[in-house]
């Protein structure tokens, strides 16, 4: 058989179950799917039949990388983790969640591509992975505690060097709502209570080999520098948020925010982020501060630095210190995550004393990371949030807790803002105490069917961001117009596609934008003005398309697609141009698999087939256009009176959008009217046996 | 591109000195008038200069057309070195809109590429041209560019540095002078201000816009 690079040539195999461990090929069975969603898809598909439950020993939890992973290529670090999903109402169906840090270069290192987990240990264990030296270890001492304590525990008997997975008291509890996480603050988010159902704390690694570059030495170093020359800041966005000397454009909303005179305040010597002028490739590190483009100016006397995963320079995780909440909540004073992980305390309140770029609000970030990656809790996008602010003002958690548990919650803490208010919210719900804690761990549709509560309730509500499957929309129509609608209708949790927002956020004006889209999808339709809809065209489907090609080769090869696609860069020589050719060019050059970028797409087009295959044998049913791709209310819905494709409206066109499915379905090759791959779709990307079993159950249309 | 070379012992001449002087501004992100160059001693030698010696001192001269003339030579033989006036101050995006050739005419300036993008040198002409032009001009060319506001915290950021009090008066002026009325506010929930340019959006765009760029970004991360 043919050597490749890139690759580690293994996947590990454990059945906690029957304590066995064995290994098995990966380019014999997994090549066609690179790795990541593609490998964790396909043993989904071979392994576990529609009508397993989440929590049953049958399913499988994956944690793949893929090609890249270890390979140093930039933005690599990313582990995709694919099973059953435990908060997809009603059924549960496929989905993934994915987490950053070391994780995926030690699993390469270690020489394998993936371990999938399978059955359940007779008593609480966890894995350790010492290169070929693969254990299964009980896990009396750990289980129970925090995922700090237990990622110190085993890290003291791996060595520092190991990397730990973990998951905390609320994945061990069998909280839906629960994450697994490694390097502190790098979480994949859904999937810890899956862990917890099989008796597994957490996965060790330490791995002491290497990744073999296919391609030329020179060659690779090549491609690596052009990578850089062309990534941005955080979220590749590529201009600076405010004017800067180098630069011709600026934009506010960009998290590309350094500049000169903006410090690392609580660094051990101030560190000064300069200009950061993109030519310098040794300064993208100190381009953007995400707590302080979050927390605002006062998270800069904060920041000790940025962290981030395995070979990314975009150290999206920053680091802070607030002496305060030591004194005050008895917590550490150093804390770090990103984004809703960075917001997930301060996101709980409607009102904080001094706003979300307050101390306080500041204070509660502290409280709610310290807490939640310590218990193991996940916040779905926020929608943990936003639905504890809805049940809570809309009287609905009044009245459904009985009056003593209602009282046992300090309320008046919680109107105020006070981040004390999380130390008795969050330890209850990693434990499944009372009625409150133990339905907000359900996660939102299982909440909602708890208590009575319509899901058209909350589908009609644009604040709450409910979308559908108990997930909540991200970046859908209200920022980025049909495109974003039609990446929100595909997944079975909440999209996690960056691809479009990335390029729509990406800080360039509106007309270069449009000249690069035109470049890209073939007409500058493909792209609107925010909040200046126009109608569907079919380079927005094609937008759309290319969104979730880019964000399936991102989780299978794997690279971050939250800091990519790389299709705009800073550079004014380039015309701001990127190059979505460089996912194909980083692949062919470390596997020695020849594949251009046509070639890889097909490939991407392969793993989302196999997705969609999934969710359409687990629903029983091809109709996904009716019964799946639902559309929440809120969608259509006129605040301004204005009607649809005005000005300063987000609200879509109920025809418009019929049009946009039809279009994307077409463009996909899937049947328009019941919105499911055909079977010559199918059998064109290699899929023909997938396509084959689900015709013979009348679920793939001719 | 000459005149960046190593001239220790060569007479410098005073285009040796204009060329370095623009960069050394410009890499201070900061612009010189052609006033300052023309000010600049005629010659001198670097090494062993003697400030008494005949010459030295004279000024290339005022604003006659000989000066221009050295000025236009000077651009001309170094490919980094850039003018720019506040009657040359249109973005190439909005190239074409004459309503925004309104920014007040003065003495051109000049820079260097090498440290300043011509966005940035038009801004610091703005800045020249005083706070209601600076104000005005960067909405107008936000408002044009990105169909969007833009908030008053971010005239509180270099290069702007304007103060609360500076800001709030210079709103305040600019709402009761001719030639800003296009210039309108609009305020998020919090409280936030939105500057835009009626010119680029209405009032309902703006105010969704606000709420979106100050609230709903945040919350949809």
């Known amino acids: 058989m043919r050597v490749y690079g890139g690759w580690a040539g293994k996947v590990l195999r454990v059945d906690l179950t029957a304590g066995r461990i064995w290994t098995e090929d990966t380019i014999a069975r997994y090549k066609d799917y690179l790795g990541g969603t593609g490998i964790g898809y396909k043993v989904m598909w071979d392994e576990v039949p529609a009508g397993t439950m989440p929590y049953d020993p049958e399913n499988r939890i994956i944690f793949a990388v893929g090609p890249l992973a270890g390979t140093g290529a930039p933005c690599s670090g990313r582990t995709a983790v694919t099973t059953l999903w435990p908060l997809c109402w009603p059924i549960p169906l496929v989905a993934s969640g994915h987490m950053g840090g070391q994780f995926a270069a030690k699993l390469k290192y270690a020489g394998y591509d993936a371990v999938v987990i399978q059955g359940k240990a007779a008593r609480p264990v966890w894995l350790m992975i010492v290169d070929q030296k693969v254990e299964i270890h009980a896990a009396r001492r750990i289980w129970g505690q925090g995922i700090r304590a237990a990622t110190a525990a085993i890290a003291e008997i791996m060595g520092p060097d190991a990397v730990v997975a973990a998951i905390g008291p609320a994945g061990e509890n069998l909280v839906p709502m629960s994450v697994v996480i490694n390097d502190r603050s790098h979480s994949a988010g859904g999937v810890g209570s899956v862990l917890g159902s099989k008796n597994l704390k957490a996965i060790g690694i330490r791995g002491t080999g290497s990744i073999r570059i296919a391609g030329k030495k020179e060659d690779w170093e090549r491609l690596i520098k052009y990578h850089l020359a062309i990534i941005g800041g955080n979220n590749q966005h590529v201009v600076p948020n405010s004017p800067q000397p180098w630069a011709e454009h600026y934009d506010p909303a960009s998290r590309w925010n350094a500049s000169r005179g903006r410090r690392w305040g609580a660094a051990a010597h101030r560190v000064d982020t300069g200009s950061c002028d993109p030519r310098d490739m040794n300064r993208i590190a100190y381009r953007s501060n995400v707590a302080a483009f979050f927390l605002g100016d006062n998270a800069w006397n904060h920041t000790v630095r940025g962290n981030g995963c395995t070979s990314c320079p975009i150290r999206c995780h920053t680091i802070l210190k607030v002496p305060s909440v030591a004194a005050k909540y008895g917590i550490p004073k150093v804390g770090q995550n990103t984004c809703v992980g960075l917001l997930f305390g301060a996101t709980f309140f409607k009102k904080l004393p001094d706003g979300l770029k307050g101390k306080t609000s500041l204070e509660a970030c502290m409280v709610g990371m310290h807490l939640a990656d310590d218990l193991g809790i996940w916040s779905n996008y926020g929608q943990l949030q936003r639905d504890f602010k809805k049940l809570y003002y809309d009287g609905i958690i009044k009245k459904n807790l009985d009056g003593r548990e209602f009282q046992s919650y300090s309320w008046k803490k919680y109107e105020e803002g006070d981040p004390a208010f999380l130390f008795e919210l969050l330890p209850r719900i990693a434990r499944k105490e009372g009625e409150l804690a133990t339905a907000l761990g359900l996660g939102t549709g299982y909440l909602l069917a708890r208590w009575g509560i319509s899901e058209e309730e909350w589908e009609k509500d644009k604040e709450v961001a409910y979308w559908k499957l108990g997930h909540p929309k991200h970046h859908a129509s209200e920022e980025t117009g049909q495109c974003g609608l039609l990446i929100n209708l595909i997944y079975n949790r909440d999209a996690q596609c960056h691809s479009h927002s990335n390029f729509l956020r990406n800080g360039l004006p509106l007309p270069l934008q449009k000249k690069l889209a035109a470049e890209l999808w073939g007409a500058p339709e493909a792209v609107d003005a925010l909040g200046d809809y126009r109608p569907m065209h079919p380079a927005k489907a094609r937008m759309a398309i290319w969104s979730l090609l880019r964000k399936e080769l991102h989780d299978s090869l794997p690279l971050c697609n939250w800091m990519g696609p790389w299709v705009a860069s800073p550079l004014r020589e380039r015309g701001y141009r990127g190059d979505d050719s460089l996912e194909s060019m980083l692949y062919t050059l470390a596997t020695g698999d020849n594949k251009d970028r046509k070639g890889l797409d097909d490939a991407g087009m392969r793993i989302f087939l196999l997705h969609r295959a999934l969710t359409i044998r687990g629903m029983g049913t091809k109709e996904m256009r009716t019964r799946h791709d639902r559309i929440p209310a809120w969608v259509y819905e006129d605040q301004t009176g204005k009607g649809t494709f005005t000005k300063g409206t987000t609200c879509m066109d109920r025809d418009d959008v019929r049009t946009a499915l039809d279009m994307f379905y077409d463009e996909l090759g899937w049947d328009k009217a019941t919105g499911a791959p055909t079977r010559s779709t199918y059998r064109r990307f290699g899929l023909d046996s997938v396509g084959a079993v689900l015709a013979g159950q009348d679920l793939a249309p001719r | ?221």
């Open chain 2, 1 to 221: 591109m000459t005149g960046r070379g190593d001239k220790t012992g060569e007479r410098e001449t005073w285009a040796d000195r204009a060329a370095a002087l623009i960069r050394e501004r410009s890499a201070a992100a900061e612009l010189i008038s052609g006033a300052e160059l023309r000010a600049l001693p005629a010659a001198e030698n670097l090494a062993g200069h003697d400030a008494t010696e005949a010459g030295d001192t004279r000024e290339i001269g005022d604003n006659g057309e000989a000066g221009a003339a050295l000025l236009a030579r000077l651009l001309e033989a170094n490919d980094d070195l850039r003018e720019i006036s506040g009657a040359d101050s249109c973005s190439q995006i909005t190239e074409g809109d004459s309503s925004l050739k309104n920014t007040a005419a003065g003495p051109p300036y000049y820079y260097s590429s090498l440290y300043l993008t011509e966005a940035y040198a038009r801004l610091l002409v703005h800045k020249r041209a005083g706070p209601l032009q600076l104000i005005a001009a960067t909405v107008r060319e936000f408002s044009g560019a990105y169909r969007r506001p833009l908030a008053v915290d971010m005239f509180m950021q270099p290069p702007f540095l304007f103060t609360e009090e500076g800001m709030r008066t210079s709103l305040d002026r600019m709402a009761q002078t001719a030639g800003f009325e296009d210039i309108a506010a609009t305020s998020a929930a919090t409280g936030a201000t939105y500057l835009y340019s009626k010119r680029f959006l209405d009032e309902g765009h703006a105010a969704m816009l606000a709420e979106w760029l100050d609230v709903g970004q945040a919350a949809n991360p």
